[in-house]
């Protein structure tokens, strides 16, 4: 997740949110951010995919052709002709399913198509990276290290997307397909905002974290980021404000579990 700090309470861009903060005088000081992106946390290693991977769109759509009858020669010919075979016939890549005799969206049958054994990410335990949460409260068969904090973590998802060629990137490199769908819809979609508040958010401690919906959408500077400094107004409805206890330690946020 990306955030834009937009200042301390006296002059941040979650106004309305700061002025009924300090006529509380609950807190000495409250950072707002506006999310940017939210996205999948990647973190690729050379040892992850000893199959080579799965690929990336191409390939996947080569190898689902293939499956269905079609030489490689011929597979390449229909995907550089937009998904169309030399009679004209247009391949439906989603409705390629099969179920009673009938075409099925493989998305929401996918047991309608044979198994296309795509590589996971292989290895456990110290040395094999995600990033990722202990979920469990001791190490799995599954564990993962977490490269910044090296605490065991579980992270199954990792392990079905890490050798996907979209997924295979670094931060800051943010996963294509994900960037480009939030990118679309950020101009139209209310803005999603965190605040922070603490005694003194430069030191160690107790703080409360909110999140809510805005009634406005995010606003963006010349370069088309999120501009910082901006004011937002908070949506009413409560069932898009939520408040957690969280505690910072060394630079780093930790939000106790709750209902979002």
């Known amino acids: 997740m990306h955030g834009y700090w937009v200042g301390r309470c006296a002059r941040a861009g979650l106004s309305a949110l700061c002025a009924l903060l300090l006529a509380s005088g609950a807190f000495a000081e409250t950072r707002g951010y506006a999310i940017s992106l939210i996205h999948t946390a990647t973190y690729p290693t050379k040892d992850d995919c000893p199959l080579g991977g799965n690929g990336g769109n191409t390939q996947i759509k080569e190898r689902i052709l293939m499956r269905s009858g079609y030489t490689q020669a011929q597979a390449a010919a229909v995907i550089a002709n937009e998904g169309k075979d030399e009679q004209g016939h247009q391949f439906n890549f989603e409705q390629r399913g099969r179920m009673n005799g009938e075409a099925v969206g493989v998305g929401d049958f996918p047991t309608s198509v044979p198994d296309p054994h795509v590589e996971t990410v292989t290895g456990a335990g110290p040395g094999h990276y995600a990033y990722g949460f202990d979920l469990t409260g001791h190490p799995t068969a599954y564990s993962f290290e977490d490269p910044d904090t090296h605490a065991l973590v579980e992270n199954q ?28 819809a950020e101009d139209a979609m209310p803005a999603w905002l965190l605040s922070i508040s603490g005694e003194d958010l430069s030191r160690d401690g107790d703080v409360t974290v909110t999140f809510d919906r805005s009634l406005d959408i995010a606003i963006r500077n010349t370069h088309g980021r999120l501009l910082s400094g901006s004011s937002y107004v908070i949506d009413p409805d409560p069932r898009s404000h939520s408040v957690f206890r969280g505690h910072i330690k060394d630079q780093m946020l930790t939000i106790e579990p709750g209902d979002f």
Do not use: H, S
């Open 157 to 184: 998802m990792w392990r079905a997307l890490g050798c996907f060629a979209v997924y295979q990137v670094k931060n800051p490199v943010i996963p294509y397909n994900e960037a480009i769908a939030w990118d679309t």
